[in-house]
């Protein structure tokens, strides 16, 4: 009866049912880790169960029903050294591991990602979408990330992995060098360029990522709006029929009475905005909206002349200086001149200045 009794006081049916959605590992607990020789283990579809026996991990079960004896526990009875006609318990740590998949995980850039872009130059890009986990190799997982955390969640995880997924989306976008108006266009290509830059690091860790979205990639506020502008000047190239469009829809809209009077007046007003509109704007101008004349061009500039007197030149003078140095008697037909285009200095009466001084009045007669 003492042996019924001792056999009774260990669990025969081991196995794990979770309904959390985000619990990854789960460990059996039994007061003593008291595992019965004999015990039935039941692991589910999208379980995993790890044996760790005094600290050292002992086997790995995949889906199925286990009945816990020497003939599936190969490396387990080496460990345990078994003794006592293998009825006796043992004690070791079962943990159960979840290798469905986590879907729906965020990821995001914290702060921008600067890359040069051939037609905007640097510019400072954010990111995010969604990917998905699994557990792909449950020892693994257990010794470099679970460690002994009797219920382990996707949440610690996957502020890790984020981190692997920023750094490696900063270096595929800046070596990628797609255009950033074409990266929309690009983001199933770009997010299997990052899928596969990921998967060695976090195979690690024992796991895989099946899935992972580039949900949208943007650009700085005022980088927007810049956009947003240069959208709108290209949108309003035809502004007679988008004018055109804009009465038929207040035609459309206004009602009886007052609301109908309203409309055929803002109809009237933008069928005549339209029409007066010229340019690439719009219509052709008409008589009224003739550009202008162009203002008649400036005068040419005449030459500029320098002078030579006792060993020294002055200049360069415009031909209204010389005029009233003419007059002064401080330039006289001997003077030596020069402009751009002689050969050399030439005495005032050789050159195009002779003129001045047939317009120069002779002195003035003396004083009686």
Not at 193 to 220: H, K, M, Q, R, W
Not at 284 to 298: K, M
Request: glycine share 10%.
């Amino acid at each position: 009866m003492v042996f019924d009794f001792l056999r009774g006081e260990f669990i025969d049916v081991i196995d794990w049912t979770d309904d959390t959605r985000d619990t990854m590992v789960w460990r059996f607990e039994r007061q003593g880790n008291a595992i019965k020789y004999g015990a039935k283990l039941t692991v589910r579809e999208g379980q995993a169960a790890v044996f760790i026996h005094e600290g050292q991990l002992a086997d790995t079960f995949g889906p199925g029903l286990y009945q816990l004896e020497t003939n599936n526990l190969p490396l387990l009875t080496t460990l345990q050294h078994w003794d006592h006609g293998f009825n006796s318990p043992f004690k070791s740590e079962i943990y159960f591991v979840s290798t469905t998949r986590f879907n729906d995980l965020k990821w995001g850039t914290k702060n921008p990602i600067m890359c040069r872009d051939p037609e905007f130059g640097p510019v400072r890009l954010r990111a995010f979408g969604t990917y998905s986990m699994r557990v792909a190799d449950p020892a693994v997982f257990l010794k470099e990330i679970v460690g002994t955390d009797g219920e382990f969640t996707a949440d610690e995880v996957s502020d890790q992995i984020r981190n692997v997924i920023v750094q490696e989306f900063s270096q595929t976008i800046a070596k990628a060098g797609i255009p950033v108006l074409d990266m929309a266009g690009n983001t199933r290509d770009l997010g299997k360029l990052v899928a596969d830059a990921i998967n060695p690091t976090v195979a690690g860790y024992g796991l895989t990522l099946p899935e992972f979205y580039i949900e949208n990639i943007s650009l700085p506020e005022e980088v927007e709006a810049a956009l947003d502008k240069r959208t709108s000047v290209g949108i309003a190239g035809d502004l007679n029929k988008y004018m055109q469009f804009s009465a038929a829809e207040a035609m459309g809209k206004g009602g009886s009475g007052g609301d109908a009077m309203t409309a055929g007046i803002g109809a009237a007003m933008g069928m005549k905005m339209a029409q007066s509109m010229s340019g690439p704007w719009g219509a052709a101008p008409g008589p009224a909206a003739a550009a202008p004349p162009p203002p008649p061009p400036p005068p040419a500039a005449g030459p500029l002349w320098h002078i030579a007197a006792n060993g020294a030149t002055t200049g360069p003078f415009a031909e209204s200086d010389l005029a009233a140095m003419v007059a002064a008697g401080s330039l006289t037909r001997a003077s030596m001149v020069w402009s751009e285009g002689m050969e050399g200095w030439k005495a005032a009466a050789d050159t195009d200045l002779a003129r001045l001084f047939r317009t120069t009045p002779p002195p003035p007669p003396p004083a009686a």
